[in-house]
T-cell receptor, first 115, second 112 residues
Framework: ETGVTQSPTHLIKTRGQQVTLRCSSQSGHNTVSWYQQALGQGPQFIFQYYREEENGRGNFPPRFSGLQFPNYSSELNVNALELDDSALYLC??????????????FGPGTRLTVL | KQEVTQIPAALSVPEGENLVLNCSFTDSAIYNLQWFRQDPGKGLTSLLLIQSSQREQTSGRLNASLDKSSGRSTLYIAASQPGDSATYLCAVRGTGRRALTFGSGTRLQVQP
């Protein structure tokens, strides 16, 4: 069974640029959640995707967007990068069944630095 | 809005000591609570998950308790080892919510 994988591991961008981060969910999982973790803080929920649709969103602006593909992998896109977007971006996959919220399994993260 | 607080923010103990990490949350209407371990610059490793109907969970030297009515959870680590050094995060999932709400973590250092 393959765990959650994320790419790239590290990324350096400049202000105003756009970035795409990728996540492959664990085998058998159909739901992907994205979190942003600033240095010294706990992760903050960005959004969740289920059945290729956004299924909940945290307090993040529209320049944070995402996609989920038929194989349940996902992308996080951030436009017009700001210095404060520098963080560890974590992806978590889980299995959603009717009325059941199952455990989320996290990937190793992508470290984004915005200069 | 759910808020999760972890105390202390940092803890340093000698090897072999038993220790308790605390987590409190403001909204007791939770679905479950999860404890994670995070090594520097790495992702999260799930340690224990407690459903709202449960009082505690155990795994090896770890024991987590949940008191929903008081909005508190504790993570007990027995006979600490230098390899336990990491940041420990508590996360709560509310009823009807997809997201986990995290505390800021407790940074633990176990000295040999």
């Amino acid at each position: 069974e393959t765990g959650v994988t994320q790419s790239p591991t590290h990324l350096i961008k400049t202000r105003g640029q756009q970035v795409t981060l990728r996540c492959s969910s664990q085998s058998g999982h159909n739901t992907v959640s994205w979190y942003q973790q600033a240095l010294g803080q706990g992760p903050q929920f960005i959004f969740q995707y289920y059945r290729e649709e956004e299924n909940g969103r945290g307090n993040f602006p529209p320049r944070f967007s995402g996609l989920q593909f038929p194989n349940y992998s996902s992308e996080l896109n951030v436009n017009a990068l700001e210095l404060d977007d520098s963080a560890l971006y974590l992806c978590a996959s889980s299995l959603t069944r009717q009325g059941t919220y199952n455990e989320q399994f996290f990937g190793p993260g992508t470290r984004l630095t915005v200069l | 809005k759910q808020e999760v607080t972890q105390i202390p923010a940092a803890l340093s103990v000698p090897e072999g000591e038993n220790l308790v990490l605390n987590c409190s949350f403001t909204d007791s209407a939770i679905y479950n609570l999860q404890w994670f371990r995070q090594d520097p610059g790495k992702g999260l490793t799930s340690l224990l998950l407690i459903q709202s109907s449960q009082r505690e969970q155990t795994s090896g030297r770890l024991n987590a308790s949940l008191d929903k009515s008081s909005g508190r959870s504790t993570l007990y680590i027995a006979a600490s080892q230098p390899g336990d050094s990491a940041t420990y995060l508590c996360a709560v999932r509310g009823t009807g919510r997809r997201a986990l709400t995290f505390g800021s973590g407790t940074r633990l250092q176990v000295q040999p």
